[in-house]
């Protein structure tokens, strides 16, 4: 999980930096501003999952995580 906006770095940029290193993470990305372009952005970095925070659905979240770990690509 990563937030768009972090203290020095921009959350986009690192799961572009994370996705470069470890193709088969998962990224999740969390944020207060649902822009198109942070979307897109988000999606060619290899975000798997965009959430906005002020909608935040804990069921899908926690369905999200459950997929992940019924069906995991890689063991790290």
Known sequence: FLDILLPGEDGLQLAQK????FPNIRIAMLTNYDLPASRRTASKFGVDR???KDSLNWEEIKKWVVSILDNPRKKF
Request: net charge positive; hydrophobic share 85%; aromatic share 28%.
């Open 18 to 21: 994370i996705k470069m290193a």
């Open 50 to 52: 965009f959430f906005i």
